[in-house]
């Protein structure tokens, strides 16, 4: 078994950039709430550094329709919380073209603590033809009373 044990995550750079998918060029967004000072941009494009950050506590989604349908090879998913301990619970759904089902590609909760755990990581291979819709659901505090909110969201297509 090879593991490795690091204690930064490793961050894109603007030239490791190369590989996921253009989003503003690709898909229409769809979000629930938005905190002003933190816009759904901020999480989808290379340049954001602020991530996205709901303006209401409780469940939000963001949606990716894509205009043209899409295949998937992987997605990387970021969340931050540096200043309040909660459980949190987000699923990633994705929808095929001239298909209305959605399906799940994954289910998971984690617990944010100040103390240590302020970041998770999540990036995940997958094999998704034609996608029409990507969807995150996030309910930030699984007691109740926290924003959602999303550090990064990237997307690689068939050249990964």
């Not at 963001?62 to 295949?71: C, K």
């Not at 033809?129 to 990507?134: C, G, R, S, T």
């Amino acid at each position: 078994m090879r593991k490795r044990i690091s204690s930064h995550p490793q961050r894109e750079s603007p030239s490791a950039n190369t590989g996921w998918l253009d989003l503003e060029a690709l898909a229409r967004v769809e979000v629930t709430s938005e905190d002003a000072a933190h816009p759904i941009e901020s999480a989808l494009l290379p340049i954001g550094a602020t991530g996205w950050r709901a303006e209401s506590p409780g469940e939000q989604t963001i949606r990716l329709l894509f205009e043209a349908p899409q295949r998937l090879r992987r997605i990387r998913l970021l969340f931050r919380e540096e200043k309040e301990a909660r459980t949190q619970e987000f699923v990633l759904r994705w929808s095929p073209t001239g298909d209305g089902s959605s399906r799940d590609v994954v289910r998971q909760q984690y617990h944010f603590s100040p103390s240590g755990a302020t970041e998770e990581l999540e990036e995940y291979r997958v094999e998704l033809e034609d996608v029409a819709a990507l969807e995150l659901t996030i309910i930030p505090n699984l007691s109740g009373g926290s924003y959602a909110s999303l550090a990064q969201l990237r997307l690689a297509g068939s050249g990964e």
